[in-house]
């Protein structure tokens, strides 16, 4: 107990050290003027032959890789990653294609009669995508217990929110060759029917700035929807025990505000629907902070009992760079107002913070410049409108506003299989607007169709519901993230780890039948002497085997002919060993690819027991052989070693 409250001890006073530590606003502005320069974050985009597909079909893609912070093509990776995953998650194909010097790629996914009908997620990223938006899913020990080491099961547990992502349908193949009529889905069976949800109206709440305080008024985003997440139109009443003190309604896609000013007691919004009363409490006020409102080129900030002892800063950035810092100077009333300069068109982000690095409000705001709007491609057709499958047709494409030679990709289908879905945005909404939001953005070409009051309303009101940050401040305001896991990669790569192999039981070939079936023999040559011993006294013999657990289990054993006993494959990760960590010393990697006749051979040092080798590129088929041997140790004599061979495609 001395020893828990000893560490429990100086884990609070570090702590207590570090809330402390306060760096100077020029520090800070020193960070993020680096981190716009060094993580730059790319996007993609994928532009899709059409908007639905028949099993049998081939689905056909054209993308484009660019950077964020200027939207020109990417002049940093060079290979892209386009997946297609299962209605059930799970991959049916990755494709690896090269990413040209103009940032341009192409592939396709023929689709087998084997897939089943359903909705299927296209999914692209480059390598140095991976690196940014990373959420760790919780994991039980036992799931840990699966893996080598504690690093490949977090690395397993894990997804990324800022991946390109559509969701398309892929519908069964239809009974006539070219017979599109009907739709159908021919599903996976399962074992289990998920039942329907209960109809049930549901509401969040999002403060400006992040959070409401006491004694200020504050501005409150709210969204309602329903069971499934489909927007609900409602109108409501905001209470404080038995008053009422502000109406409230929804404007566009169940969104709307409200204005508040909070008093320590609790307040609830309350809606009828379908017959049914709702009643949702707000967000708890904070006795100290500050609110945040944007408009009309200022950032107005209320504040309340913010700490004397250090300063507070603003910044701008969009897409991850850095446009606007200054020092924020509060008046005797906590008020401050700070003007903003011409900002780029697309989602910022203005965060007021102190010089302890925490931040006080955040909010993201749309800009639009229109300086993309002439940017239009005209194609006049040929006088008819109706054509024939396969016929040629002649186009004669425009494209305005455009000063030098660029490249265009035109996707030309059947209106008969048109799908109507709230996915209606191009290019320049993916990545202006719902690239920068979490989850799905509905009908995004909408709040492009006009700049009007209506049509701005419903563009901030979508701010400050889906306002998710995809540049987090902290990390870009700290140094200590400048340095990234993965590299932009101009060429295959192949990297791993160097572990110490350790010493197993021998493996029988009766065990190898098994193994199928989940489960491995325990000691089986072990078990078979014992039970040739059992069998001369005509005593059972006990073994004891450890599991994962640490916990002992006795199996009792007898001469039945063909009678063997079996435990579980986790048990084997005790002779495998749990965690296993990296080499204490580095050691020499060989890699060799063979491509047909030719064969391609390196050999380096690792690098914290990690290594990393381009592969030249190639087309088809590979063989990749991997060994690795301590500096001293000859070619013929492993000190350790570890053969690969793995196939390329």
């Given at each position: 107990?001395?020893?828990?409250?000893?560490?429990?001890?100086?884990?609070?006073?570090?702590?207590s050290?570090?809330?402390?530590?306060?760096?100077?606003?020029?520090?800070?502005?020193?960070?993020?003027e680096?981190a716009?320069?060094?993580?730059?974050?790319?996007k993609?985009y994928?532009?899709t032959?059409?908007?639905?597909?028949?099993?049998g079909?081939?689905l056909?893609?054209?993308?484009?890789?660019?950077?964020?912070?200027?939207?020109?093509?990417?002049?940093?990776?060079?290979?892209?990653?386009?997946?297609?995953?299962?209605?059930?998650?799970?991959?049916?194909?990755?494709?690896?294609?090269?990413?040209?010097?103009?940032?341009?790629?192409?592939?396709?996914?023929?689709l087998?009669?084997?897939?089943?009908?359903?909705?299927?997620?296209?999914?692209?990223?480059?390598?140095?995508?991976?690196?940014?938006?990373v959420?760790?899913?919780?994991?039980?020990?036992?799931?840990r217990?699966?893996?080598?080491?504690?690093?490949?099961a977090?690395?397993?547990f894990?997804?990324?929110?800022?991946?390109?992502?559509?969701v398309?349908?892929?519908?069964?193949?239809?009974?006539?060759?070219?017979?599109?009529?009907?739709?159908?889905?021919?599903?996976?069976?399962?074992?289990?029917?998920?039942?329907?949800?209960?109809?049930r109206?549901?509401?969040?709440f999002?403060?400006?700035?992040?959070?409401?305080?006491e004694?200020v008024?504050?501005?409150?985003?709210?969204?309602?929807?329903?069971?499934?997440?489909?927007?609900?139109?409602?109108?409501?009443?905001?209470?404080?025990?038995?008053?009422?003190i502000?109406?409230?309604?929804?404007?566009?896609?169940?969104?709307?505000?409200?204005?508040?000013?909070?008093?320590?007691?609790?307040?609830?919004?309350?809606?009828?629907?379908?017959?049914?009363?709702?009643?949702?409490?707000?967000?708890?006020?904070?006795?100290?902070?500050?609110?945040?409102?944007?408009?009309?080129?200022?950032?107005?900030?209320?504040?309340?009992?913010?700490?004397?002892?250090c300063?507070?800063?603003?910044?701008?950035m969009?897409?991850g760079?850095?446009?606007?810092?200054?020092?924020?100077?509060?008046d005797?009333?906590?008020n401050?107002?700070?003007?903003?300069?011409?900002?780029?068109?697309?989602?910022?982000?203005?965060?007021?913070?102190?010089?302890?690095?925490?931040?006080?409000?955040?909010?993201?705001?749309?800009?639009?410049?229109?300086?993309?709007?002439?940017?239009?491609?005209?194609?006049?057709?040929?006088?008819?409108?109706?054509?024939?499958?396969?016929?040629?047709?002649?186009?004669?494409?425009?494209?305005?506003?455009?000063?030098?030679?660029?490249?265009?990709?035109?996707?030309?289908?059947?209106?008969r299989?048109?799908?109507?879905?709230?996915?209606?945005?191009?290019?320049m909404?993916?990545?202006?607007?719902?690239?920068?939001?979490?989850g799905?953005?509905?009908?995004?070409?909408?709040y492009?169709?006009?700049?009007?009051?209506?049509?701005?309303?419903?563009?901030?009101?979508?701010?400050?519901?889906?306002?998710?940050?995809?540049?987090?401040?902290?990390?870009?305001s700290?140094?200590?993230?400048?340095?990234?896991?993965?590299?932009?990669e101009?060429?295959?790569?192949?990297?791993?780890?160097?572990?110490?192999?350790?010493?197993?039981?021998?493996?029988?070939?009766e065990?190898?039948a098994?193994?199928?079936?989940?489960?491995?023999?325990i000691?089986?040559?072990?078990?078979?002497?014992?039970?040739?011993?059992?069998?001369?006294?005509?005593q059972?013999?006990?073994?004891?085997?450890?599991?994962?657990e640490?916990?002992?289990?006795?199996?009792?054993?007898?001469?039945?002919?063909?009678?063997?006993?079996?435990?579980?494959?986790?048990?084997?990760n005790?002779?495998?060993?749990?965690n296993?960590?990296?080499?204490?010393?580095?050691?020499?990697?060989?890699a060799?690819?063979a491509l047909?006749?030719?064969?391609?051979?390196?050999?380096?040092?690792?690098?914290?027991?990690?290594?990393?080798?381009?592969?030249?590129?190639?087309?088809?088929?590979?063989?990749?052989?991997?060994?690795?041997?301590?500096?001293?140790?000859?070619?013929?004599?492993?000190?350790i070693?570890?053969?690969?061979?793995?196939?390329?495609?």
């Amino acid at each position: 107990m001395r020893r828990l409250l000893l560490l429990l001890t100086i884990g609070i006073a570090a702590l207590s050290a570090w809330a402390e530590e306060q760096r100077t606003l020029d520090d800070i502005k020193t960070a993020l003027e680096q981190a716009s320069v060094r993580q730059v974050q790319e996007k993609v985009y994928v532009h899709t032959d059409n908007m639905c597909y028949f099993v049998g079909d081939t689905l056909w893609y054209k993308a484009y890789v660019v950077r964020a912070d200027d939207l020109k093509f990417t002049d940093m990776s060079r290979l892209l990653y386009v997946e297609l995953l299962s209605p059930d998650g799970l991959l049916v194909e990755r494709q690896t294609v090269v990413v040209s010097d103009k940032g341009l790629s192409c592939g396709g996914f023929a689709l087998p009669d084997s897939l089943y009908g359903g909705y299927y997620e296209l999914r692209a990223y480059t390598r140095w995508m991976l690196n940014f938006n990373v959420t760790q899913h919780r994991y039980s020990r036992t799931d840990r217990f699966s893996f080598y080491n504690n690093q490949m099961a977090r690395d397993y547990f894990r997804q990324w929110e800022g991946l390109y992502s559509r969701v398309l349908p892929i519908y069964s193949k239809p009974d006539e060759a070219g017979d599109f009529t009907y739709k159908r889905f021919y599903s996976r069976p399962k074992q289990r029917i998920q039942k329907p949800k209960k109809e049930r109206l549901n509401v969040n709440f999002f403060p400006e700035g992040g959070s409401i305080v006491e004694g200020v008024k504050s501005r409150v985003a709210f969204e309602v929807t329903d069971q499934i997440g489909q927007a609900v139109n409602i109108s409501g009443a905001i209470t404080r025990g038995d008053e009422t003190i502000a109406k409230i309604s929804t404007e566009y896609m169940g969104r709307g505000t409200f204005d508040i000013v909070p008093t320590g007691k609790k307040m609830k919004a309350n809606f009828t629907w379908r017959d049914k009363h709702y009643s949702f409490t707000l967000p708890e006020a904070e006795s100290a902070g500050a609110v945040m409102r944007v408009g009309e080129g200022k950032v107005m900030i209320a504040s309340k009992m913010l700490p004397k002892d250090c300063q507070y800063g603003l910044s701008v950035m969009c897409r991850g760079v850095l446009k606007h810092f200054c020092q924020v100077e509060f008046d005797a009333q906590g008020n401050a107002v700070v003007d903003l300069p011409q900002l780029p068109t697309g989602v910022n982000n203005v965060t007021l913070f102190d010089t302890r690095g925490k931040v006080i409000a955040d909010r993201l705001f749309f800009i639009n410049n229109h300086d993309y709007d002439g940017h239009a491609i005209t194609v006049d057709l040929d006088s008819k409108n109706i054509f024939s499958p396969y016929s040629k047709v002649s186009l004669n494409v425009k494209a305005q506003g455009v000063a030098e030679p660029t490249n265009i990709s035109i996707a030309v289908r059947d209106t008969r299989t048109d799908e109507a879905t709230y996915d209606n945005g191009d290019i320049m909404t993916d990545l202006l607007l719902s690239s920068e939001l979490k989850g799905f953005v509905a009908s995004p070409a909408y709040y492009f169709e006009a700049d009007d009051e209506k049509h701005r309303r419903a563009l901030d009101l979508l701010m400050m519901v889906q306002g998710w940050r995809k540049y987090k401040w902290q990390e870009l305001s700290d140094t200590a993230f400048n340095t990234r896991r993965y590299q932009p990669e101009t060429t295959l790569t192949v990297e791993g780890s160097v572990h110490r192999m350790l010493s197993i039981n021998e493996v029988l070939p009766e065990e190898i039948a098994q193994w199928k079936k989940g489960v491995g023999m325990i000691g089986f040559k072990e078990m078979e002497e014992a039970q040739d011993a059992a069998s001369l006294s005509d005593q059972p013999v006990e073994s004891e085997f450890i599991s994962t657990e640490d916990i002992s289990v006795n199996v009792e054993t007898t001469r039945d002919e063909g009678n063997l006993e079996y435990g579980s494959i986790g048990s084997a990760n005790e002779d495998l060993g749990v965690n296993q960590r990296s080499l204490k010393y580095e050691v020499l990697v060989e890699a060799e690819l063979a491509l047909g006749q030719d064969i391609v051979a390196s050999v380096q040092k690792t690098n914290e027991s990690k290594f990393l080798f381009q592969i030249p590129p190639f087309y088809g088929n590979a063989f990749l052989k991997m060994k690795a041997y301590k500096e001293k140790d000859s070619l013929k004599k492993y000190g350790i070693c570890v053969g690969i061979e793995v196939l390329i495609a």
